[in-house]
C-alpha cells in the first residue's frame, strides 16, 4: 500500500461541488481517502488574471502505481470536463501528484514530487496541515520548512 498526497483545486462554476465530485471519483477509483486538509480559497498562480480557486490536499492510500494513478486522475479531471487549452489557465478540476511515497520519479508523463509544489502556499498550507514534518525527497526539508521559507522569501 502506498502513501500519496494529492492536491485538488477548481477554480470554475461549482467549486466545491467539482472538489467533491473529484474525492467521490479517487474514493471509487484510485484508493481510500484517509484524510483531506480544510478547503482553502486561493489567488491563481502563474496566470493570475482568472477566478480565485479552491484548494485542498488529500492523503490517500492506493495499490495503484505512480504511472497508473496519474492516468486515473487524468481520466477523472477529463469526464468531469476538464478542457486544458492554456496552462495554468481556469479549470473545472485540477489533480496532480504532490508526493508517491518518498519516491523520485522522473517520467515524460510524471514528475513527483511535484516540481513547483514548494513555490505554491496554496500546496504547501494543506501540506503542513496534514502532514507537518513530510520530508521531501529532493529538497530534504519538512513541509513546514518550506512553508516558512515561501512566507520570508
Not at 15 to 43: D, M, N, P, Y
Not at 119 to 132: D, G, Q, S
Request: a negative charge; aromatic letters at 8%.
Amino acid at each position: 500500500m502506498h502513501t500519496v498526497y494529492i492536491s485538488s483545486g477548481s477554480n470554475l462554476g461549482n467549486r466545491e461541488g467539482f472538489l467533491s465530485k473529484a474525492e467521490e471519483e479517487i474514493a471509487v477509483r484510485a484508493g481510500h481517502i484517509e484524510a483531506a486538509s480544510q478547503i482553502i480559497e486561493t489567488t491563481p498562480w502563474g496566470n493570475t488574471n482568472q477566478p480565485r480557486f479552491l484548494n485542498r490536499v488529500l492523503r490517500v492510500k492506493t495499490q495503484l502505481s505512480p504511472l497508473f494513478l496519474i492516468e486515473c486522475l487524468l481520466d477523472i479531471e477529463k469526464r468531469m470536463g476538464r478542457n486544458r487549452q492554456e496552462k495554468w489557465g481556469p479549470r473545472i478540476i485540477d489533480l496532480d501528484i504532490l508526493f508517491f511515497d518518498d519516491q523520485i520519479i522522473n517520467d515524460p508523463g510524471l514528475c513527483v514530487p511535484h516540481p513547483y509544489l514548494h513555490e505554491r502556499e496554496f500546496v504547501l498550507k494543506p501540506m503542513v496541515e496534514l502532514a507537518p514534518g513530510f520530508m521531501h525527497p529532493v529538497l530534504k526539508k519538512t513541509m513546514s520548512e518550506l512553508l516558512q521559507e515561501l512566507r520570508h522569501a
